[in-house]
């Protein structure tokens, strides 16, 4: 997950797509968009992060729908920092909408989980560490 606006409470702080065949789609977008990629290590396998061209900023990531993405929809999903996840997943559920997967850990870097909204929409409410990652 990309360092800028993680702890900026409402701001998207990240964008991924899971997806079967992320090999593929990880080349398709470097091809169409012009991204570059690097290997995230996630144990048995990788997930890609997308990178801009030339500063090689990370902007988003393409995951296998392996481990803890399992199940997860193939669409760019997008993480929206919050202050307190819990209490926003239960907002979430206190307002028609459904848990889809999670809380979870992520590496060091906070919590999220993954709703869907009363209109079936997805997305990821993430909610950042205390301390930032070293």
Known sequence: MSQSGQSEIGRIAWVDLTVKRAGRLRDFYREVVGWTSSEVDMGEYSD????LPGSGETVAGVCHARGVNAGLPPAWLIYITVRDLEESLNRCVDLGGF????????????????????????VALFEPSAEPPA
């Open 48 to 51: 890609y992060n997308m990178n």
């Open 99 to 122: 848990l889809v997967s999670g809380p979870k850990n992520m590496a060091g870097q906070g919590r999220y989980c993954v709703i869907e909204d009363p209109a079936g929409a997805v």
